[in-house]
């Protein structure tokens, strides 16, 4: 029997390339998935082709306040949440450290780091009621080393701290049974890096 067999999952980003992959694998292995993502039409239409398991909801993982209501649609149309696979993220522009805009810097902050926060803060709840809970971060190779060619400072940093809430969360929960990860993947072809 499969470890995802009854489990309620939030998968962020899942519209397309990583996230909705790992959507799609996690309801083949019996979990009910919340799938969200900015790209509504996108992810509505995966939703629908994944069957009864699958809901989506659009949602900016950007704004703190949309985090609530996505783990109360979870609660409430599968059951406590008790898997969060933080995915959603952004490149932005691509540029070097001294042509970098505040307003971009910010987006890509927002998305790729405050929302691992705000998701994290949100489901802790569920799963300290649950009795424990798994909680996966996407980060990056970039979160590791700085490379050369690697599309800007925002992003590497992003994906450093990532890496760093993540171990902090891990020991912080570890004993509650809630597990905190992060995976690093290298270049993947997805419409993100096409």
């Not at 949602?59 to 703190?64: T, W």
């Not at 995915?87 to 987006?107: C, Q, S």
């Not at 926060?117 to 996407?138: C, R």
Request: aromatic share 8%; hydrophobic share 45%.
């Amino acid at each position: 029997m499969s470890k995802l067999m009854g489990k309620v999952a939030i998968v962020t980003g899942a519209a397309q390339g990583i996230g909705a992959a790992i959507s799609s694998a996690f309801i083949d292995n019996g979990a009910k998935v919340i799938m969200t993502d900015v790209k509504a039409d996108q992810g509505a239409a995966l939703a629908q082709t994944l069957g009864q398991n699958a809901e989506f909801i659009e949602q900016d993982v950007s704004v703190c306040d949309s985090w609530n209501d996505v783990v109360k649609k979870a609660t409430d149309t599968f059951g406590p949440v008790n898997t969060l696979v933080n995915n959603a993220g952004i490149v932005g522009v691509v540029t070097d450290t001294l042509g970098f805009k505040e307003e971009d810097y910010n987006r890509i902050i927002g998305v790729n780091q405050n929302a691992v926060f705000f998701g994290m803060q949100a489901v802790l709840p569920s799963m300290l009621d649950y009795g424990g809970g798994s909680i996966v971060n996407i980060s990056s190779i970039a979160g590791f080393v700085a490379v050369v060619g690697c599309p800007q400072l925002a992003y590497v940093g992003s994906k450093f701290a990532v890496r760093g809430m993540t171990k902090h969360v891990a020991v912080e929960y570890g004993d509650k049974n809630i597990r905190v990860n992060s995976i690093c993947p290298g270049y993947v072809k997805t419409p993100m890096n096409e």
